[in-house]
T-cell receptor
């Protein structure tokens, strides 16, 4: 069974610090990986995707992928209170389906 | 351009009634997905459309749930004889043509909050 695991949190991080969110997956054949952010009462919105091993940076966000360890992470630098949300990891399985983690709740403390 | 839209945004119904939820995907997106999210829970996959056909209906919880898509665009999710456990937010997502061997980004609508009394 394809699985995506995330620590449910909450993860509490001081404002201005780096928030590190982690995700592991079971399907070695997966080739696409996504991070979504979901504010309370809202729908998920894409933060970034990553396909290749290594780091991908977009502003304050960096996604890291290690296919050998079946591990993907999201770093948020200079965390702001507006970053407080639930972060969903999604892993591509087959050519259409995403397997979703349950999400990590992140709280940025001013 | 316009994103994914869903209607209604909120729906309150009585147990046993039928409801229809509508999704209008991003123009040109051939793939369409329905998910369900109960309070405080993760996303539960319901059904996937490619064009007007639904190659994966494996997530539909019971035969009370059905969905269709017409013209490769608008989709309707129908729940017959609603039960209290159907109360949840129903999310629709769409994506562009899928590349072989990879999964394309899914863009979500705002959701329909269904409450069954």
């Amino acid at each position: 069974q394809k699985e995506v695991e995330q620590n449910s949190g909450p993860l509490s991080v001081p404002e201005g610090a780096i928030a590190s969110l982690n995700c592991t997956y079971s399907d070695r054949g997966s080739q696409s990986f996504f991070w979504y952010r979901q504010y309370s009462g809202k729908s998920p919105e894409l933060i970034m995707f990553i396909y290749s091993n290594g780091d991908k940076e977009d502003g304050r966000f960096t996604a890291q992928l290690n296919k050998a360890s079946q591990y993907v992470s999201l770093l948020i630098r200079d965390s702001q209170p507006s970053d407080s949300a639930t972060y969903l990891c999604a892993v591509g399985y087959s050519n259409y389906q995403l397997i979703w983690g349950a999400g990590t709740k992140l709280i940025i403390k001013p | 351009g316009a994103g994914v839209s869903q209607s209604p945004s909120n729906k309150v119904t009585e147990k046993g009634k039928d409801v229809e939820l509508r999704c209008d995907p991003i123009s040109g997106h051939t793939a369409l997905y329905w998910y369900r999210q109960s309070l405080g829970q993760g996303l539960e996959f319901l059904i996937y459309f490619q064009g007007n056909s639904a190659p994966d209906k494996s997530g539909l919880p019971s035969d009370r749930f059905s969905a269709e898509r017409t013209g490769g665009s608008v989709s309707t999710l129908t729940i017959q004889r609603t039960q209290q456990e159907d109360s949840a937010v129903y999310l629709c997502a769409s994506s562009l043509v899928l590349l072989a061997g990879s999964t394309d980004t899914q863009y979500f609508g705002p959701g329909t909050r269904l409450t069954v009394l």
